[in-house]
Antibody, heavy 119, light 110 residues
Framework: EVQVVESGGGLVQPGGSLRLSCAAS????????MTWVRQAPGKGLEWVAN????????QYVDSVKGRFTISRDNAENSLYLEMNSLRADDTAVYYC????????????WGQGTVVTVSS | QSVLTQSLSASGTPGQRVTISCSGS????????VYWYQQIPGTAPKLLIY???QRPSGVPDRFSGSKSGTSASLAISGLRSEDEADYYC???????????FGGGTKLTVL
């Protein structure tokens, strides 16, 4: 069974840092792009970043460029999101999702981890 | 302000057919595939349609997608109470170099 499970969320002060993790199982992790999507309270979905199969290509939404870093460890079947210089508008549920091969969409999502940036 | 424009809400009665639209531009919908996601409040999004009109296994054929020019639509026929959810369109935007989502449409089954 394909599963992705996020962890690492919490309460952090503005300007602080947090590292999110996503543990994948039930599929060949190293064969898939992986993505982070977030959803602010009461708002819609916003794509944050993605990474290709071997970690050599990383793409980010403009609002997090220079502050967030996506990475992966294929040996550990894990995806990460290092978040620095956090702002109040980064407060959201952060979802990890698998990108199906052949551009067939984000087909498996985790349950999300909550990040709250507040003093 | 989302790059992709969706109506805020839609509604229908059980058994009816409803359509949700998504409007974009030449740098996104006009040149890229469209995806649709269903999100029941409090749960993770679920892939409903990929590559404009393809359904993942397990998605009922009551759900269908289409695209024309810089707009796309999701149609739900034989509306059921469990279809009450938020629906999001998404695509890659070549100008932004990013995936973009519509603002979401809240579907109410009356």
């Amino acid at each position: 069974e394909v599963q992705v499970v996020e962890s690492g969320g919490g309460l952090v002060q503005p300007g602080g840092s947090l590292r999110l993790s996503c543990a994948a199982s039930g599929f060949t992790f190293s064969s898939h792009w992986m993505t982070w999507v977030r959803q602010a309270p009461g708002k819609g979905l916003e794509w944050v970043a993605n990474i290709n199969e071997d970690g050599t290509v990383k793409q980010y939404v403009d609002s997090v460029k220079g502050r967030f870093t996506i990475s992966r460890d294929n040996a550990e079947n894990s995806l990460y999101l290092e978040m620095n210089s956090l702002r109040a508008d980064d407060t959201a549920v952060y979802y990890c999702a698998r990108e199906e091969v052949d551009s067939s969409g984000f087909d498996y999502w985790g349950q999300g981890t909550v990040v709250t940036v507040s003093s | 302000q989302s790059v992709l424009t969706q109506s805020l809400s839609a509604s229908g009665t059980p058994g009816q057919r409803v359509t949700i639209s998504c409007s974009g531009s030449s740098s996104n919908i006009g040149s890229k595939s469209v995806y649709w996601y269903q999100q029941i409040p409090g749960t993770a999004p679920k892939l409903l349609i990929y590559k404009n009109n393809q359904r993942p296994s397990g998605v009922p054929d009551r759900f269908s997608g289409s695209k024309s020019g810089t707009s796309a639509s999701l149609a739900i026929s034989g509306l059921r109470s469990e279809d009450e959810a938020d629906y999001y369109c998404a695509t890659w935007d070549a100008s932004l170099g990013a995936w973009v989502f519509g603002g979401g449409t809240k579907l109410t089954v009356l």
